[in-house]
C-alpha cells in the first residue's frame, strides 16, 4: 500500500509517499521549512500544503518531537509551546480532511529500523536514539513499541542528556568526535543500567558519520548505525499510519 508520511521537524517539514509493505520511498522528498513561529496552525497549513502537492488521498502518518499520546501532543522541548495539550490528529485531520495518524518522531523512525532497517529481526530489547537538535528515544521489545519513553531528557550531571551530548551540542560546542562519543557514552551508562538493552541503534542526520565515532561508543549493548538516515521519521509515519487503517477496518 502506498501511504503519505510526513516528518515535522524543527528546521524542515518532510513528507514523501512510502510503500508500506518495502518501507521505500515511492516519490520525490517534499521538504518546506518549518515555520516561526513553530504553532499548530502554521505547521498544520504547511503539512496541507504537502498533501496537496502529492494530490494525496487516503491515510496520513505525522510525526511530531513531543510527547503524543493518542494524538494528542503534551510537551514542547524545541517547537512552539502552543503544542502543549493540542490535539494533533484532530487539528491535521480537519486541515486534510483525511484520516491522520500523529506519534512521536523518534518512535517513528524506529518503526521503520525495526520494521525494515538495522533492528529487523531483532529479538529481545532494542533501543533507538536519534541524535539531532535533541535526543530522541524508541525502545522496542520483541519488535513491540513502548511508546514516548523521551530517554533524551534522563539527567546526567543534573542536566537533561540532550542538553549535553545532542548532535546540536557537538555542533555548537565544536566538539571533536570522541569528546562527543565520550557525552554519549555517559547517556549509555544510564541506559545500561535501566533497561541492559540488546542492540542500540544511533539515527539522525549524524549516523551517516558513524565511523567517526561509532568505534569509540561503548555500552552492553551492540551498537549500529540506522539504515534510513534522514528518511526513517517519513517511513515510520506512513506505517504507522497504515496499520492504524488496518485496524480500523
Ligand atoms: C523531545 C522528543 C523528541 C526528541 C527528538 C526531544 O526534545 O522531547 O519528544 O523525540 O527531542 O526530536
Known sequence: ????????????????????????????????????????????????????????????????????????????????????????????????????????????AGIAEVEFGAGKNVGGTVAMFTFGTGIGSAFFIDGVLFPNTEFGHLLIRGKDAEKRASAQVK??????????????????????????PDMIIIGGGISKKFDKFGPHLRSVAQIVPAKFLNDAGIIGAALAASKARKAHT
Open 1 to 108: 500500500m502506498i501511504t503519505l508520511g510526513i516528518d515535522i521537524g524543527g528546521s524542515g517539514i518532510k513528507g514523501a509517499r512510502v510503500n508500506t509493505k518495502s518501507g521505500e520511498l515511492v516519490s520525490e522528498r517534499v521538504r518546506i521549512d518549518t515555520p516561526n513561529p513553530s504553532t499548530p496552525e502554521n505547521c498544520a497549513q504547511v503539512v496541507q500544503e504537502i498533501a496537496r502537492q502529492f494530490q494525496y488521498h487516503g491515510p496520513v502518518g505525522v510525526t511530531f518531537p513531543s510527547v503524543v499520546r493518542h494524538g494528542v501532543t503534551l510537551t514542547a522541548a524545541n517547537v512552539d509551546q502552543g503544542w502543549i495539550n493540542c490535539d494533533a490528529a484532530k487539528l491535521l485531520r480537519d486541515a486534510l480532511a483525511l484520516p491522520v495518524t500523529v506519534l512521536n518522531d523518534a518512535d517513528a
Open 171 to 196: 555542533e555548537n560546542k565544536g566538539l571533536k568526535w570522541k569528546e562527543w562519543a565520550e557525552r554519549v557514552n555517559e547517556f549509555f551508562v544510564e541506559i545500561d543500567k535501566l533497561f541492559t
